[in-house]
């Protein structure tokens, strides 16, 4: 659930109000009117009760030794593997840790993009001084002899303590959505629907003073988690067999280079739908705490059990499919995030563009007009390149490209939706010139 991507800035009030740039309101409609995300009341009823099992059942499969997906009755765990109070302390402390990196005067502060009331929330850039602390803490720690490779064994405990944590934050982040100002409400989140606010998120930018509770779980303790996750599983397997494998090394290595560039880039999540129109809610906490950690990082813990031998020129090849998708998702990533704060730019000065009625304009060169969304390309390429050190037995280790391809469509319908709402003509232009979305001659 973990999504990068673009959308116009939104923040809502009880009311729908359409506004120009100078806050002049053009149009209100009632917020029950709002179209509903992930299938409504019936979407905001299933996926927080089957998401949470999917994510329990992949951990189990992964760590059996047939590790079929299609296996049944599946492998289901007993009730005194789903606890272990190390595990609780272990969670509860790393979430404590991140919170005082957040709170430490490093990096420098940014403003978000303007609230519907004309104020900009500030924001500390310091994620990737938090990713390089603890990549101290982690190697002290290694020196000290820590048995880092434990963390095996509490992934499932692991897993259940975040779902839980990720339930009990989320009813008290709508108990609270209650007591705040009107306008800052999420547009999407205050539909009246009980459960469907509860799932998709009625406030949109909740804070404890300055402590932007949304902004902190997107990027620190769920991607970082990751990380540390999969040097767990690499630990675990030099216990078992005395040395990482490549395999091993090359899903690490990615998955490391990746989070990297997300912390490394973080001031870009300031415009993404996350921050700026969706509610925080049980979709994004759920997703930030426990489906990022414990999915993302399935192919490390399925090469615990299940090794794989590699050839130096199937890795050469993996590793440079890996650099075509990364080459793709940065520099079309930077191409946006220069043309959006500088247009005059020499990098950007000279691509074609559209203008719109709002005032802003529509890249139709460069990479932007290669296909609609580039970076979702970058990033398809580079999820198959994670799977592909696990070799071809096993459909377990895809299970990430596939479930990605699934959401970056569904991420880019609404990105189309949104967008044709904002532009209109200019938008329906742009997707002649542009008609394709992800795959060029594709899709």
């Known amino acids: 659930m973990h999504e990068k991507r673009n959308t116009v800035p939104s923040t809502p009030l009880s009311r729908k109000q359409i506004m120009k740039p100078n806050g002049q309101v053009l149009k209100q409609r009632p917020s029950h009117d709002t179209e509903r995300e992930f299938g409504g009341t019936l ?25 079929s997906l299609l296996q049944w009755p599946p492998a289901l765990p007993s009730t005194d593997q789903l606890w272990d109070p190390l595990a609780l302390v272990l969670l509860l402390g790393w979430i404590s840790l991140h919170a005082l990196l957040y709170v430490l005067p490093l990096g420098k502060v940014s403003e978000g993009l303007v609230l519907r009331n004309g104020t ?9 001084h938090s990713l390089c602390i603890c990549g101290v803490l982690l190697m002290l720690l290694l020196g000290l002899g820590a048995p880092l490779g434990y963390l095996f064994e509490l992934l499932l405990p692991l897993a259940a303590c975040a779902i839980a944590g990720s339930y009990l934050f989320s009813l008290y982040l709508y108990i609270r959505s209650f007591w705040v100002p009107s306008h800052a409400l999420a547009l999407g989140g205050n539909t009246g629907n009980p459960l469907y606010d509860f799932f998709i998120g009625r406030e949109l930018n909740p804070r404890i003073g300055n402590f932007d509770l949304k902004y902190f779980c997107e990027l620190r303790p769920g991607l970082i988690g990751w990380v540390v996750i999969n040097l767990g599983m690499l630990m675990k397997e030099v216990e078992l067999r005395g040395s990482p494998s490549l395999a091993m090394i090359l899903v690490n290595s990615f998955q490391l280079l990746y989070v990297g560039d997300a912390l490394w880039n973080e001031e870009a ?11 925080f809610g049980f ?6 705490l426990a489906w990022v950690p414990f999915t993302y990082g399935l192919q490390a813990a399925f090469l615990v059990v299940h090794p794989q031998a590699l050839s130096s020129l199937g890795a050469a090849a993996i590793i440079a499919l890996n650099g075509i998708g990364y080459y793709v998702f940065r520099k ?17 000065a000279r691509l074609e563009t559209i203008a719109t009625a709002t005032g802003k304009r529509l890249l139709v060169s460069g990479w932007w007009g290669l296909v609609r969304h580039p970076n979702y390309l970058g990033d398809l390429l580079m999820a198959l390149a994670w799977s592909l050190p696990c070799g071809f037995s096993h459909l377990l280790p895809y299970f990430y490209v596939i ?8 991420r880019e319908d609404r ?25 060029p001659y594709v899709y």
């Open 43 to 67: 979407g905001a009823l299933c996926i927080p009760i089957f998401l949470p099992l999917t994510v329990m059942f992949l951990i189990c499969v992964s760590r059996s030794p047939e590790a």
């Open 120 to 128: 900009r929330l500030k924001y500390p850039i310091n994620g990737f």
């Open 269 to 279: 999540v300031l415009t993404t739908m996350d921050i700026v129109h969706d509610g």
């Open 283 to 288: 979709m994004l906490v759920f997703g930030d």
């Open 332 to 348: 079309s990533n930077s191409q946006k995030n220069q043309f959006r704060r500088d247009p005059t730019h020499p990098s950007v």
């Open 403 to 410: 479930y990605f391809t699934v959401l970056l469509i569904h």
């Open 415 to 439: 990105d189309e939706r949104q967008c044709r709402s904002k532009y209109g003509l200019a938008w329906d232009t742009y997707c002649r010139r542009v008609p394709y979305r992800i795959f």
